[in-house]
């Protein structure tokens, strides 16, 4: 009888001790904790342009012979849909017109272990002006690089005023029909 009662608890030990070692059945599905957004490099995100529309060359800008570089912060949500477009630098008169074509865009969502995910990046637009005799003509690109900027730097600068944060360059939009030159 005695022997009975040591092979039981024996089994009964080995029992638990194989069921402690497979863990799988015993915890719940555990996922690591997930960012709600991450920030991507404006170059990665040209590739995941599913549907652009260039600005258009503003009139007022072409006769003025106004061109340069115009950068945005954009924030894109999971289906590729701009949620937010802040200018960080530009002309406001080219501003104003690439403000109008960031409408139109559309992304392939960004895939974080095969799920999309929210998006912070840059996006940029460069205008030239090229005169041949009488005639004006004016270009716009895609930036394909963008230098790092102060306004992408880690969380704890939102939310503060520009010059609170260290950060210059930062305009506010104002375009009119008119102009006093």
């Excluded at 939310?159 to 360059?169: F, H, K, Q, V, Y």
Aim: hydrophobic share 40%; net charge positive.
């Amino acid at each position: 009888m005695r022997r009975i009662k040591t092979a039981v608890a024996l089994l009964v030990c080995c029992a638990a001790v194989a069921s402690a070692q497979d863990g799988t059945a015993a915890q719940p599905d555990v996922q690591p904790n997930r960012p709600r957004m991450i920030r991507v490099a404006g170059g990665v995100m040209l590739g995941l342009i599913e549907h652009k529309a260039l600005p258009e060359y503003p009139t007022l800008a072409l006769t003025a012979g106004l061109q340069g570089d115009v950068i945005f912060k954009i924030l894109v949500d999971e289906t590729g849909k701009i949620l937010l477009s802040e200018p960080v630098d530009g002309n406001p008169v080219l501003v104003g017109a690439s403000v109008d074509a960031l409408r139109n865009f559309r992304f392939r969502p960004y895939l974080l272990n095969g799920s999309p995910i929210r998006v912070e990046s840059q996006l940029g637009f460069h205008f030239t002006v090229s005169k041949k005799g009488d005639s004006t003509n004016g270009q716009v690109e895609c930036m394909s690089t963008i230098a790092y900027r102060p306004e992408f730097r880690a969380e704890s600068v939102r939310g503060r005023p520009p010059s609170a944060a260290g950060i210059s360059g930062k305009i506010g939009v104002c375009v009119s029909d008119h102009h006093d030159w």
